[in-house]
């Protein structure tokens, strides 16, 4: 290796979170917390990056000491185009969130989102079974394409989707195969009849946003019901699911454990997922 690139490799690992804007990630109080912890000599921060910056400020990024970042909203589908390695699972859903910048200056690209879903649910909900029945998956976006790979991987017997704009759950059922059916967005009550596991992948009952409405008298008590928003983290879908004798699981932990892989190969020890994680991000 060069000596040149030998020298861009720090003796204290640098690596962030790039996103515009990217005041509200809590990633960095996530890895900080990680990297105190285990009394590693690291960094990890925040990394502004308009979307016309992107190309050039990830090249820079090896030569400046970083060895791998995360990306958030809006380089997800982005960073595809400039990685020179693309993992199979960040191909299939159309996006990455974990960077590692690798000694010889490549960019390795992966999405670790799936990976989060389904930990965070085992961790949460240890007796679920995926394939007893059918899965439904309401939205349609990044997040979406990740929960429905992951639960295909699974072995669901069935997934069900649906999306205001039914398009893009066509193209979800076009790109993952058969087992998807695709349901109306007024159906999309029927969708949750017989499901063993629901899915909220929107962005409806975040904070700022408007609350979920799809009926939900087709839930069967037992059902495992999971809302990708963590903010606020009881959302109104879960509080009636919850309400109906459904055992609910609350979108914190996949941001959580999404970031546990990334942060491996970054700093060289696998973090563990806890209360006191959960305490300090929502801090």
């Known amino acids: 290796m060069p000596d040149s690139q030998q020298s861009a490799r720090p003796n204290s690992p640098i690596a962030g979170v790039i996103g515009w804007p990217i005041a509200h990630s809590r990633s960095p109080r996530l890895h900080g917390h990680w990297l105190q912890r285990y009394g590693i000599n690291g960094h990890y921060i925040p990394v502004p990056v308009m979307p016309e910056h992107l190309a050039e400020v990830l090249r820079a990024m090896p030569r400046m000491g970083f060895v791998g970042a995360n990306v958030t909203i809006p380089h997800k589908e982005s960073v595809l185009a400039l990685a020179d390695v693309v993992t199979d699972r960040a191909a299939l859903i159309g996006a990455a969130n974990t960077l590692i910048f690798r000694p010889d200056g490549k960019i390795h690209a992966d999405n670790t989102d799936g990976y989060g879903f389904i930990a965070n649910i085992r961790q949460n909900a240890p007796g679920w079974i995926p394939d007893l029945g059918p899965a439904a998956v309401i939205g349609a976006g990044g997040a979406a394409r990740a929960a429905v790979a992951s639960l295909l991987e699974t072995g669901v017997t069935e997934l069900r989707i649906t999306n205001r704009t039914r398009i893009r759950a066509e193209q979800i059922r076009a790109e993952f195969g058969a087992k998807v059916v695709v349901y109306d967005w007024a159906q999309a009550g029927n969708m949750l009849e017989g499901a063993v596991t629901v899915v909220n992948a929107t962005s409806m009952g975040?904070?700022?946003k408007p609350a979920l409405r799809i009926p939900l008298d087709a839930l069967a008590p037992g059902t495992l019901v999971t809302d990708l928003v963590y903010a606020p983290l009881m959302t109104p879908f879960l509080e009636e699911a919850q309400?109906?004798?459904?055992?609910?699981?609350?979108?914190?932990?996949?941001?959580?454990?999404?970031?546990?892989?990334?942060?491996?190969?970054?700093?060289?020890?696998?973090?563990?997922?806890?209360?006191?994680l959960r305490r300090i991000v929502l801090a």
């Open 206 to 208: 975040m904070e700022g």
């Open 243 to 276: 309400a109906r004798g459904c055992e609910i699981v609350d979108g914190l932990g996949m941001l959580l454990h999404q970031a546990t892989p990334g942060f491996e190969r970054w700093f060289g020890h696998r973090p563990e997922v806890d209360d006191e």
